[in-house]
Structure formats: C-alpha cells, structure tokens
C-alpha cells in the first residue's frame, strides 16, 4: 500500500479552497497547476493515444491550454477539482486528474463528484494512475460529504477499466448523452 502524505486538506464542513492540497505518494506529487506546466500539457494532449479514449481526437494548443485553466478553476468553485500529477524527483507533469462536475448531461452524474484521470503516454503501465487516483479518492473520503464518486469510460479503454476496479469502481450502467456510449462507474466512500 502507498504512504499518503496530505499537506493543507480541507475537513469536512470547511469552506471552499481556492488550491489543491498538495498530496504525496511513493512516486508522485499531486499539486496545483502551474504556468511552468504548459508546455508538457500542451504536448500531453497533442498526443493522440493520450486522446484517443478521451475526446478522441488530438487538442489543439488552444483547446489544451483552455482545458488546462478550468481544471485549475475548479477549486474555488466546487470544493474540490484536478490536480497536476508530478513526478516526485523533478516535479515535472505527467499526468493530471482528480474529481469534477462538467455538467456534462449524464443523469447518473448529477450531484456526485466525477473521478478522471490521463497519463503521459511515457508513463503508462507503471501502475501512476492507480497510485494518483488512490490517494485523490483517499482525499474525497476523508473531506468531502459525498457517499460515491463516479467516472465514466469509453468501451474499449482497458487500462482505465483496470485502475477502475482497483480503486473499488463498479460498472453501474451507461450513457450515450455524449453522442457515444460510454460506461458509468461507482464507487462508495472508502471503496
């Protein structure tokens, strides 16, 4: 099991906060997004097998760096939001996730907090998005009043359908609200 160490998480009932917590694990730093990370989440989402289950296509520059300032918005407005996930050594990107609400028109998502998460394609298959994702989820059950999260993934993307089921996520149903289908996933608090 990883060591989690929390730095500044807000408790239950607490008002909103306007950054993440910086979180710890073995291998990664969980923090706030920076300017310095542009230029690596630009190129993370150019990347199309990086995109190919998310969106499907390829971001433009624009569309990246757009997609990069909301997940830092989140914060303030909901309570919780994304994280960069950092290598822990040189503090570089590479990966990014954490919990969201994007009013996306799905029923099953209405009211419960979203986990998400994408890697470098570099980074895949070291085990990063179960260990980021462990500690996000440790996070929501220790300080938010949400009894589930729940996430959705595309057919097809197994490795997220592995991370699912690792972090305690059961397939609930589906959607295609989305213009295709997607599947729904749940998770109760402490998995």
């Known amino acids: 099991m990883t060591a989690i160490a929390v730095r500044g998480a807000m408790r239950h009932g607490?008002?909103?906060?306007?950054?993440?917590?910086?979180?710890?694990?073995?291998?990664?730093?969980?923090?706030?997004?920076?300017?310095?990370?542009?230029?690596v989440h630009i190129a993370m989402w150019a990347d199309p097998r990086v995109t190919r289950f998310i969106g499907g296509e390829p971001r433009a520059p624009d569309v990246a760096w757009g997609k990069f300032l909301s997940s830092a918005g989140m914060w303030?407005?909901?309570?919780?939001?994304?994280?960069?996930?950092?290598?822990?050594?040189?503090?570089?990107?590479?990966?990014?996730?954490?919990?969201?609400y994007f009013c996306r028109?799905?029923?099953?998502?209405?009211?419960?907090?979203?986990?998400?998460?994408?890697?470098?394609?570099?980074?895949?298959?070291?085990?990063?998005?179960?260990?980021?994702?462990?500690?996000?989820?440790?996070w929501a059950d220790a300080t938010?009043?949400?009894?589930?999260?729940?996430?959705?993934?595309?057919?097809g993307n197994e490795a997220s359908e592995r991370v699912a089921e690792k972090l305690g996520f059961r397939l609930i149903g589906d959607s295609d609200a989305l213009g295709h289908v997607v599947a729904i996933y749940s998770r109760p608090r402490g998995g």
Do not use: N
């Open 14 to 39: 607490a008002p909103m906060i306007s950054a993440p917590p910086v979180i710890e694990t073995d291998r990664l730093r969980l923090r706030e997004h920076r300017l310095s990370d542009k230029d």
């Open 76 to 100: 303030p407005v909901l309570g919780y939001g994304y994280w960069v996930f950092a290598d822990k050594a040189t503090d570089r990107l590479v990966g990014q996730g954490g919990l969201s």
């Open 105 to 138: 028109g799905i029923a099953e998502l209405e009211g419960q907090p979203e986990a998400g998460w994408a890697f470098d394609a570099d980074h895949w298959g070291m085990g990063l998005g179960t260990e980021a994702m462990r500690a996000v989820l440790g």
């Open 144 to 155: 938010l009043d949400a009894a589930e999260v729940r996430c959705i993934i595309d057919p």
